[in-house]
């Protein structure tokens, strides 16, 4: 039996919480398991459903994960187990077992100052696992170049389901909603600072010169909602580049993150430094160009059968068996 503990976990909305939901399922089918994750309004209906054992921890979230730990710890203490995945180091912290811990991470979380108390912490328990299960290439290189054994670290992209067909009627709303708009660029992700929106909004207002009706809607939510509004005014791994791709959308991505394992560059999107506005313009501009997009649009609907959770959960199945 493994246990999976984690702070993210639907019916939470968020790219988090469908990885460790994607990645309970697969290996239930093929281990014992069960998860371990925070409580959320409504979880019962959708526990219910669920295959495998899934219990929740409420209350205030100072002492929750005191709380969550010690009862990790009493079921290792009186059950079988063969070790232990944790969705975030702060997960395997409290957690006290000589078995096998493994221990996903993104950018994100890992990303502090080398030699700060933080960074000390997150060295600390990454260290001590069996394995490191990086999202891409990017947060593998991150992670060494911060401290963290090299041999430890594998790397292991996050996995997709096999895409649904589009509802015609949401399409047909979609449609009668942005009309004669075209080309039609899209960002699906969190309004964070570092996403570059921006940037894109920004670079826009020269595109318009050349395609007087390109829309770009983006969809997500976060703090920079606010300032990416007021600058629309004036004038805005990543496992949504691989959405895309299923149905034939290509896509561009910054080369400081996961989007290079998503994206193949100059076969199934363009990769460009997320941070100049000029590669931006022109990586959009190369796309947009003689329709290129329809090109890298089918290539990519080719290489992301890679990314579907049956191909990933073997990657997973190698280190566990």
């Known amino acids: 039996m493994y246990l999976i503990v984690t702070r993210s976990f639907p019916p939470e ?12 399922r697969e290996l239930s089918k093929n281990f014992m398991i069960k998860v371990f994750a925070d409580h959320i309004e409504g979880h019962k ?40 995945i944790a969705d975030h180091w702060k997960s395997l912290e409290l ?63 996050p996995g997709v389901d096999p895409a649904e067909e589009l509802n015609k009627k949401t399409l047909d709303k979609v449609e009668s909603i942005l009309k004669v708009k075209n080309p ?26 050349i395609y007087p009706d390109i829309v770009y809607i983006c969809v997500g939510y976060g703090e920079e909602e606010e300032n990416i509004k007021k600058l629309v005014k004036v004038e805005g791994f990543g496992i949504a580049y691989v959405e895309a791709a ?33 590669d931006i313009y022109s990586s959009i501009t190369s796309m947009l160009e003689n329709k290129k997009y329809l090109n890298l649009g089918k290539n990519a609907k080719e290489f992301v059968n890679k990314f579907q959770w049956s191909k990933i959960i073997e990657e997973y199945k190698k280190i566990l068996n």
Request: glycine share 8%.
């Open 13 to 24: 909305l968020g790219g988090m919480q469908n990885l460790m939901w994607g990645l309970s």
């Open 45 to 84: 209906e959708f526990d219910e459903q669920a295959s495998f054992s899934i219990e929740r921890v409420g209350g205030i979230k100072l002492l929750r994960k005191y709380r969550k730990a010690q009862l990790i710890n009493e079921y290792i203490k009186e059950n079988k187990i063969d070790g232990v």
């Open 95 to 157: 957690i006290k077992t000589s078995k096998k811990k493994y221990c996903l991470i993104h950018s994100k979380e890992i990303n502090h100052p080398k030699g700060s108390s933080q960074n000390k912490r997150v060295v600390s328990i990454l260290n001590n696992v069996e394995k490191v299960i990086a999202n891409s290439q990017f947060t593998k290189n991150l992670a060494i170049e911060l401290g963290v054994n090299e041999n430890k670290v594998i790397v292991i992209n």
């Open 184 to 209: 039609r660029l899209i960002t699906v992700s969190r309004f964070d600072k570092r996403k570059n929106h921006e940037k894109i909004v920004m670079a826009l207002r020269n595109l318009k010169q």
């Open 246 to 278: 299923q149905y034939g959308v290509p896509s561009v991505g910054g080369k400081d993150g996961g989007a290079a394992d998503a994206i193949d560059h100059e076969k199934t999107g363009l990769i460009c430094d997320g941070n100049s506005l000029d």
